[in-house]
């Protein structure tokens, strides 16, 4: 099992910057895959981004490619998403994902979860 806590959502203005984390126990860190996905109110989850275990491979979605940024430290177990120029339209509750195969991480069918933190993005 792998338990994964998210932090760093708040409210913030259009325009403005958050840094999420996510903390990862129970398993190796670096064996994992991760991602970020995010559920507005009323819609799907989605897809934000994915890193691979090295770090060296990433993914991001269309809406958020240049303004958010995926990355993580293996030594301290913690993936992190930096959230730039931040949009209403980014306003949602984010999830941590994990998964060791990279190709069902991305389609959102990862093994491991959070329980997300919520992003509020006023205009």
């Known amino acids: 099992q792998v338990q994964l806590v998210e932090s760093g959502g708040g409210l913030v203005q259009a325009g403005g910057s958050l840094r999420l984390s996510c903390a990862a126990s129970g398993r190796t860190f670096s064996n994992y895959h991760m991602g970020w996905f995010r559920q507005a109110p009323g819609k799907e989850r989605e897809f934000v981004a994915v890193?691979?275990?090295?770090?060296?491979?990433?993914s991001y979605a269309d809406s958020v490619k240049g303004r958010f940024t995926i990355s993580r430290d293996n030594a301290k177990n913690t993936e992190y998403l930096q959230m730039n120029s931040l949009k209403p339209e980014d306003t949602a509750v984010y999830y941590c994902a994990a998964d060791r195969l990279f190709g069902t991480l991305k389609p959102g069918k990862a093994a491991y979860w959070g329980k997300g933190t919520l992003v509020n993005v006023s205009s």
């Open positions: 890193i691979a275990w090295s770090g060296s491979t990433t």
